[in-house]
């Protein structure tokens, strides 16, 4: 694994490049995500890993040791860095860190539980893009779309009926079961 591959799922992930400079929060926790993969991932010193996003060893060392404050005030963004640590996994073998193992035991044991909330870049394009059409349209559009189209497809997923394949002693058996 290396550098350049950990920049380019950071920056897929957040939909923003680590090399931005600007002092504003969303732009700063992507590169504080990067120096921490890339520190915790690679056997780059934090001068290397600086050089990719053209910033010094102080900040990069800086940026480790804020980020979890800064998740810690920012739970949404929790979620990005749990997205790119484990793509960072899926990628990333024993070859490439001294104590690989480990840190998949520890990622795998603190974030088990909110694996599942992680929102795909590809989701949030199509969120943004939806609400942005619903900007677009006024207060009485909006409820009449809640009204007629939304809540009767939201019902439609509730009352959904879910064929599914169970294998039992080699024979095949197909039940429904209500989500």
Same mark, same amino acid.
């Given at each position: ?112 539980? =909110? $694996?599942? %909330? !992680?929102?795909?870049?590809? #989701? +949030?394009?199509?969120?943004? @893009? ?32 879910? =064929? $599914?394949? %169970? !294998?039992?002693?080699?024979? #095949? +058996?197909?039940?429904?079961? @209500?989500?």
């Amino acid at each position: 694994m290396t550098k350049e591959e950990i920049q380019q799922i950071v920056e897929d992930v957040f939909l923003l490049k680590v090399k931005t400079r600007s002092r504003k929060i969303d732009n700063i926790i992507p590169s504080y995500v990067y120096y921490d993969l890339a520190y915790k991932y690679t056997t780059n010193s934090f001068e290397r890993i600086g050089y990719l996003t053209n910033r010094t060893h102080a900040t990069v060392m800086n940026g480790i040791k804020k980020l979890p404050n800064l998740i810690i005030s920012y739970p949404e963004k929790e979620f990005y860095y749990i997205e790119c640590e484990r793509r960072v996994l899926e990628k990333c073998s024993p070859e490439d860190t001294k104590n690989y193992f480990e840190l998949k035991f520890k990622f795998e044991s603190r974030y088990k539980s =909110k $694996e599942s %909330k !992680v929102i795909s870049p590809e #989701k +949030r394009g199509v969120i943004l @893009k939806v609400s942005n059409q619903l900007k677009n349209l006024s207060d009485e559009d909006v409820l009449d779309f809640i009204e007629t189209r939304l809540n009767p497809y939201l019902n439609m997923l509730k009352s959904r009926v879910v =064929k $599914e394949t %169970k !294998v039992v002693k080699g024979a #095949k +058996r197909k039940f429904s079961m @209500k989500c």
